[in-house]
C-alpha cells in the first residue's frame, strides 16, 4: 500500500474511536457503562422528524444549491440575528454536513503550508489534525485549570507571529465546559484585529450552559472584529441531532465563496432531507432544548459532586457542553497488580478493564493529567459508572 503522506499524518478521532470499542465490549454482553459519548442522549424532537418525513414523502430527495436551500440559509440568518444579534446576509452563510465539516471546509480554505494556527489547550481533539491535514502548523497555547482553562492574554500573546493565521477558539468547550464571559473575549477580538488574524468561534454548544450563563459570539462585539471571525455552529448538540449532519458557518462573503466552492468538488450539498429538519429545528418550538439543558444540569451537578468527593480526584466545576474534566493526575505512579499507571492512556485502559467504565484519555485533548467523562447519559448510569471508578481508584497503592 503507497499511501500519501497527509494520510499517514493522521490518526483516527480517539474519541470516535472511545466510543466504538464500548459500544462493541456492550454488544458482546459486557455491562459497560460508557462516559466515552460526545453526543445528547435525547432523541430528535418528534417535529423535526416529521418534517423530514415530509420531505421524503414530497419528493424532496434531489440534490439542493451546494450551500444549502434558499429556506434553511434564512432561517440560519434569522438564527444569527435572534440568538447572537449578528446580522448576515445569506451569501454570508452556507450549511455544510455537520460542524466538523464546516470546520474542515474552513481550514481548506484558510489553511496552507507556513501558516500557524493557535489552538488554546485542552482542545477539541479533531482542530490539530485539520490544520495538518491543510499543510499548516498547530501552535498550542496552554492554559491553567485555576483559570477554569481560559486563554489568558500573555499565554496568547506569546504564541502570536508574522505567521499566525487564526485562533481556534470553542466557547463552551468541549472537553473542559469552560465558557467565556465578555470581558475574556473582548481581550481576544482585540488582539486579533492588532494582530490581523482570524477567529474560528466554534459554538456548537452555545445552547448547553449553566447557572444562568449566557453565550456571547466573539463576532457580535464589534464589526472589526466580525470582519475576522468564522462563526461555526450547528443542530447536533442543540436538538440532538447528531446523526442528521447539519452545520452551518458565518462569516466573510469571500470565505464562504471559497467553502462553497470546495463543499461544490467534495461533497455537494448536505442531504436535502436533512435540511428540511433543519428549517424546522429553527423555526419550530424551541421548548425541547430547556428541558434537555436542566437535565444535564441535574446530572452535572452530581458528576461534578461526586468526582471532587473522589480522593486524588480534582474537578472543575464547567459552565456548558456535557463533560466533565477531572484532574486525574494525583493517581500516577501507582500500581494495580504490579502494573503502573503513568498517564491517561493507562489509567482509561485500566477503568476499562476493571471497572467496565469507558472514558476518554486527556491526552486525546492535548493534557495528559485529565480525563473525559460524559455526562450525556442517564442519572443512573452516572451513579453506577461512578461508583465503579471509586472503587477502582481506591484498589490503586
Ligand atoms: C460535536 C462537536 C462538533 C461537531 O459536531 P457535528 O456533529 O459535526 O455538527 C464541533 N465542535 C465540537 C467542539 C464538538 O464537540
Redesign the pocket.
Known amino acids: 500500500m503507497r499511501l500519501s503522506d497527509r494520510a499517514k499524518a493522521i490518526k483516527p478521532s480517539p474519541t470516535l474511536a472511545m466510543d466504538a470499542k464500548a459500544k462493541a465490549l456492550k454488544a458482546a454482553g459486557e455491562d459497560i457503562v460508557n462516559f466515552g459519548v460526545?453526543?445528547p442522549d435525547f432523541d430528535t424532537p418528534e417535529n423535526i422528524k416529521e418534517a423530514a418525513i415530509r420531505a421524503i414523502r414530497d419528493g424532496f430527495t434531489k440534490y439542493t444549491p451546494v450551500g444549502g436551500i434558499d429556506e434553511l440559509k434564512a432561517a440560519v440568518v434569522d438564527k444569527f440575528r435572534n440568538d447572537n444579534h449578528l446580522n448576515y446576509e445569506k451569501d454570508e452563510i452556507i450549511v455544510s454536513c455537520?460542524?466538523?465539516?464546516?470546520?474542515y471546509n474552513i481550514a481548506e480554505a484558510l489553511f496552507g503550508p507556513g501558516d500557524e494556527v493557535i489552538i488554546p489547550s485542552p482542545y477539541?481533539v479533531?482542530y490539530p489534525d485539520q490544520v495538518i491535514l491543510n499543510d499548516a502548523t498547530p501552535v498550542i497555547a496552554g492554559t491553567d485549570e485555576k483559570n477554569s482553562f481560559r486563554l489568558e492574554h500573555d499565554a496568547l500573546k506569546e504564541k502570536i507571529s508574522g505567521r499566525t493565521k487564526a485562533l481556534i477558539l470553542?466557547t463552551p468547550?468541549?472537553p473542559t465546559g469552560l465558557a467565556y464571559d465578555r470581558k475574556s473575549l473582548e481581550a481576544i477580538a482585540e488582539m486579533a484585529v492588532r494582530h490581523d488574524f482570524y477567529i474560528i468561534s466554534?459554538e456548537?454548544?452555545e445552547k448547553l450552559t449553566y447557572d444562568g450563563f449566557r453565550h456571547i459570539s466573539i463576532a457580535s462585539l464589534g464589526e472589526e472584529v466580525k470582519k475576522r471571525t468564522i462563526v461555526?455552529n450547528?443542530?447536533?448538540?442543540s436538538h440532538a441531532m447528531?446523526g442528521w449532519?447539519?452545520?452551518f458557518t458565518a462569516g466573510p462573503k469571500d470565505i464562504i465563496k471559497a467553502m462553497t466552492n470546495i463543499q461544490s468538488q467534495s461533497t455537494s450539498n448536505p442531504a436535502s432531507i436533512s435540511q428540511k429538519a433543519a428549517v424546522e429545528a429553527l423555526r419550530g418550538p424551541q421548548d425541547f432544548i430547556p428541558g434537555m439543558v436542566s437535565e444535564f444540569d441535574r446530572r452535572r451537578k452530581y458528576m461534578i459532586g461526586r468526582l471532587n468527593s473522589i480522593k486524588g480526584v480534582s474537578c472543575v466545576t464547567p459552565v456548558g457542553?456535557f463533560y466533565a474534566f477531572p484532574d486525574v493526575s494525583s493517581c500516577y505512579g501507582k500500581k494495580f497488580n504490579g502494573t503502573t499507571i503513568d498517564t491517561s492512556l493507562d489509567l482509561s485502559a485500566y477503568l476499562l478493564e476493571q471497572a467496565k467504565t469507558a472514558l476518554v484519555p486527556g491526552m486525546a485533548f492535548g493534557d495528559d493529567r485529565f480525563i473525559r467523562l460524559s455526562y450525556a447519559t442517564s442519572l443512573e448510569n452516572i451513579k453506577k459508572g461512578l461508583d465503579r471508578l471509586e472503587e477502582a481508584l481506591s484498589k490503586l497503592t
Open positions: 460526545g453526543e455537520g460542524a466538523k465539516h464546516s470546520l477539541w479533531t470553542n468547550s468541549n466554534d456548537i454548544y461555526v450547528g443542530l447536533s448538540k447528531t449532519r447539519i452545520g457542553a
